[in-house]
């Protein structure tokens, strides 16, 4: 039975939508997996001049957009400065009016600063490898003070009266300030503070600090190492004000300078063997020298009665080479009365120039060994003019 067009119309009209969405479906071919539908582009020619002022409109917006974004974390990273450090996030977290040193990132990928790291690393892993110590992070390792107990009881070769481990971050602080304060009698002959390294900078991870500190037991132990001269790094003071705002200064700190020696310890020599093997000898080595010292000090009205601390301020030095020499020493030349360990070393390293001018060997001994009094070294430097002026009126 044929159907007229218009029951055709009512027919199709009635089909529900389900039954018209599966006709279409048979109709098209059925995709092979599930798509987002993409819209025809539109031809451009087909696109009017309203459309084409709109997108222009558009590409505008967002470019300006950009350059806000820019703008604004430029500002936000650099604050007053052409140049601003990279600092973690993780080291603003300041309280107020408080400030923090932090080496700039950039100056860690130094080579020369990478080099001293590692130094000092096997450095440390080989003076405590008997006691299965290994250091990988020398911030993460020694900030609690128990690597460094280990390593000052290793080369001092005594034992400190600490806890031998301590969990708590107080137990931890009382723990460092006893090290340090044994470090610094060691360095310096005074348990009293630095500047270069404190409980709280070391106990913070300061990595300036523990680096300084480290070179310093170092040099002092003639650690059988060559650090690497001239190592500077970056450092940035992030202080934070009452109005909870960051501000940042950068400046240069110096780790390492030109040494003379090479690190490396001195070869053995008599003055050794007499402190290992030949006690009774040695008095009669000091006394011989302090007969020496106080016939020439003498004219000046000056005398010792030991060779242990006399000399560790340079003075006697100093004023014994002209002495023996015959010349007057300009009190602007030198500290009379030194008042800490700069102007005593100032004063020993100054008498060690006098003893090579008038045609003497450069001293093997460190001014730093006789300020710190090593007696070995004050040994060496007064038999050496012993050596030379033994004869003398």
Known sequence: MTESPKENFVITRGVSFALAKTLTEMSSPRPKSPRTPVLPKKDDKDESFWDKIGTIGRKKR???????????????????????PEIPPEE???????????????????????????????????????????????????????????????????????????????????????????????????????TKWSVESVHSKNLVSILHLLVALARHYRAPIRLPENVSVSVVVVKKDAQNQLSHRTYTEDITTTYDELGMRCERDAFD????????????????????????????????SDL?????????????????????????????????????????????????????????????????LDLKSTLRVLYNLFTKYKNMA
């Open 92 to 194: 603003y977290s300041l309280l107020d009016n408080e400030a923090r040193a932090i080496i700039e990132p950039r100056s860690l990928e130094e080579p020369r600063v990478q080099e001293l790291i590692q130094v000092l690393i096997d450095w440390i892993n080989d003076e405590l490898a008997a006691q299965r110590i290994i250091v990988k992070d020398i911030s993460e390792d020694l900030y609690d003070g128990q690597v460094l107990q280990k390593l000052l009881e290793k080369l001092q070769e005594t034992k400190l009266d600490v806890p031998e481990v301590t969990q708590s971050e107080e137990g931890q602080r009382q723990k460092l300030a006893v090290v340090l304060r044994a470090v610094n009698k060691v360095l310096f002959g005074t348990g009293q503070p630095v």
């Open 273 to 304: 063997a007499l402190f290992d093997h030949a006690p009774d000898k040695l008095q009669v080595v000091k006394k011989s020298l302090i007969t020496f010292v106080n016939k020439h000090l003498s004219k000046v009205n000056l005398e010792v």
């Open 308 to 372: 242990d601390s006399p000399f560790h301020d340079g003075v006697c030095l100093v004023l014994l080479m002209g002495l023996l020499e015959g010349f007057f020493v300009p009190l602007y030349d030198f500290y009379l009365t030194p008042k800490d360990f700069d102007q005593k070393v100032h004063n020993v390293a100054f008498a060690f120039e006098l003893m090579q001018d008038v045609g003497l060997a450069k001293p093997k001994a460190r001014p730093e060994d006789i300020v710190n």
């Open 62 to 84: 967002i470019k300006e957009v950009q350059e806000v974004q820019e703008e604004g974390k430029y500002a936000i990273d650099s604050p007053g400065s052409p140049t601003a």
